[in-house]
């Protein structure tokens, strides 16, 4: 009942309410962001959501605040993510705030406050069938493979906890435990190794890396997620 009925209703109220009250945070963030970052504060990427009815996971726009700067080298190309990444990235990442934006795509109804964190397209092409099952409800700003280790653990054990909040029975208690459990590692700053850092990889160079797939595989895992993008 809570997961197909009152979920999503109560997705709406937390994410409008958050919005309003952190509505000065917000003001200040983007001002300082564009002044940090010369440009616009704001990061917008393609990620997978939920399962429509035909069966394919629907993209949408994912909208975070910008930790790093659009610096780019002699030769045009954007310089590595460790040099782009300055204090003031560092600080948005350590304590999460460049996530408060995705709020809006909660109100939006693209994702839910508690559920499976949305990878990257690019990632989804390379999970398995089984994998994919994280994707028959909606992404969430928050989940339970956060709260059990977050960038600190394995790809497989992300999924792994993600299957287990999908197959344990999706509970207002539940969701409650994971949102109560990912302030108190926020204000601890646990596990912030972040996605998109030079001590994370996405998860087809993971699988590569560690022999699991072979170049034919991965080359053609890339391919299919371009196409998704189109």
Do not use: C
């Amino acid at each position: 009942m809570y997961a197909n009925f009152f979920k999503r209703a109560l997705d709406f109220t937390a994410a409008l309410l958050s919005l309003i009250v952190l509505s000065p945070l917000l003001l200040t963030l983007y001002v300082v962001g564009a002044v940090a970052l010369k440009g616009d504060p704001f990061f917008y990427q393609p990620r997978p959501g939920q399962k429509g009815k035909d069966g394919r996971e629907k993209i949408f726009r994912l909208i975070k605040f910008r930790t790093m700067s659009n610096a780019r080298g002699a030769d045009g190309e954007l310089l590595p993510d460790d040099v782009r990444l300055g204090r003031y990235g560092k600080f948005l990442r350590s304590t999460s705030l460049d996530e408060l934006p995705e709020l809006l795509n909660i109100l939006k109804g693209d994702m839910s406050l508690v559920g499976p964190r949305p990878q990257l397209v690019r990632d989804m092409t390379f999970m398995s069938p089984e994998q994919r099952r994280r994707h028959d409800v909606r992404p969430g700003l928050t989940g339970l493979a956060q709260v059990s280790g977050r960038n600190a653990i394995s790809w497989e054990q992300k999924f792994e906890y993600d299957m287990r909040y999908i197959d344990a029975g999706i509970t207002l208690l539940g969701d409650a435990k994971i949102v109560f459990l990912t302030a108190w590692k926020v204000l601890k700053k646990s596990d912030v190794v972040r996605e998109g850092t030079v001590s994370d990889m996405d998860f087809g160079d993971w699988l590569l890396q560690e022999g699991k797939i072979d170049r034919a595989t991965y080359d053609e895992k890339l391919a299919e997620a371009r196409q998704l993008l189109k």
